[in-house]
């Protein structure tokens, strides 16, 4: 799962200056006040810089960056702090001009071995997708999730290093669907046992909170008093799941 959470971030900053990361071995003879400006160039700035957020809504944000995880974007913009959702974010970008000889490369179309294992990803998914549709009992579910990953964390691997601005993306997003399910199955574990109803509360685990954090619109949609109904919660992240496949069909199709 750390090839997964690691690709979120990855798909954001695959046009930003990674070259600028990368480090140098110290010269002795340069002088010293020369040295930890050498130092601060090598350094990831993400944290503490300024980005410019564009939201799938058409808003334009520009803040600064205070947290980044694989699931939301925590800035400070005009003395006020938010969180966004990686998933509602349309493209981010870092202030700073590129480094000297570098200039950035345009997404082009999906490579032909790209596009023949994501379509191959892709199958595995809509083979859960379809088998939700009549209905899936727990085990089953978990290891088709299982088979699942492990194509998902084999593509990830292979791909993880394109520079390729859309595979980056039809990266992230399958990443994106795979922690949906899982996350859904951890919600159906939940329900086993806590209560009669099939009802769940927002403190029974941190993914009940994140998921409700990162979808906000599911909160109302499976509220059932103050508390929340765990199938129509697990049916909210399948369907958040078929919405980035769909995503990733239709990007990898355009994109050859």
């Given at each position: 799962m750390r090839i997964i959470i690691?690709?979120?971030?990855?798909s954001l900053f695959a046009s930003s200056t990674v070259q600028a990361q990368k480090r140098k071995p110290a010269s002795r003879s340069r002088p010293a006040?020369?040295?930890?400006?050498?130092a601060m160039a090598s350094k990831p700035r993400i944290i503490g810089s300024t980005v410019v957020i564009?939201?799938?809504?058409?808003?334009?944000?520009?803040?600064?960056?205070?947290?980044l995880t694989a699931y939301s974007i925590r800035i400070r913009a005009n003395n006020l702090e938010s969180t966004l959702a990686l998933d509602t974010l349309a493209s981010v970008?870092?202030?700073?001009?590129?480094?000297?000889?570098?200039?950035?490369?345009?997404?082009?179309?999906v490579r032909a071995d790209f596009?023949?294992?994501?379509?191959?990803?892709?199958?595995?998914?809509?083979?859960?997708?379809?088998?939700?549709k009549p209905g899936v009992d727990y085990t089953e579910y978990g290891r088709q999730l299982t088979e699942l990953r492990r194509a998902a964390d084999r593509f990830a691997a292979k791909y993880s290093s394109s520079e390729n601005a859309n595979e980056a993306r039809v990266v992230s997003l399958?990443?994106?669907?795979l922690i949906d399910y899982t996350w859904a199955r951890t919600i159906w574990t939940l329900k086993f046992g806590r209560s009669s109803d099939g009802t769940i509360a927002e403190t029974d685990s941190p993914v009940v909170s994140d998921t409700l954090a990162l979808y906000p619109d599911l909160r109302a949609q499976?509220?059932?008093?103050?508390?929340?109904?765990?199938?129509?919660?697990?049916?909210g992240l399948w369907r958040k799941a078929s919405e980035k496949t769909d995503r990733v069909r239709t990007l990898a199709a355009a994109s050859r």
């Open positions: 690691a690709l979120l971030i990855v006040k020369s040295q930890p400006s050498a564009m939201t799938k809504n058409g808003d334009r944000i520009t803040g600064e960056v205070l947290d970008s870092f202030s700073g001009a590129p480094p000297a000889g570098r200039t950035d490369q345009p997404a082009g179309p596009a023949r294992d994501a379509e191959a990803a892709l199958g595995l998914f809509q083979t859960l997708a379809s088998n939700l399958m990443a994106g669907a499976a509220a059932a008093g103050n508390r929340l109904s765990a199938e129509k919660l697990i049916a």
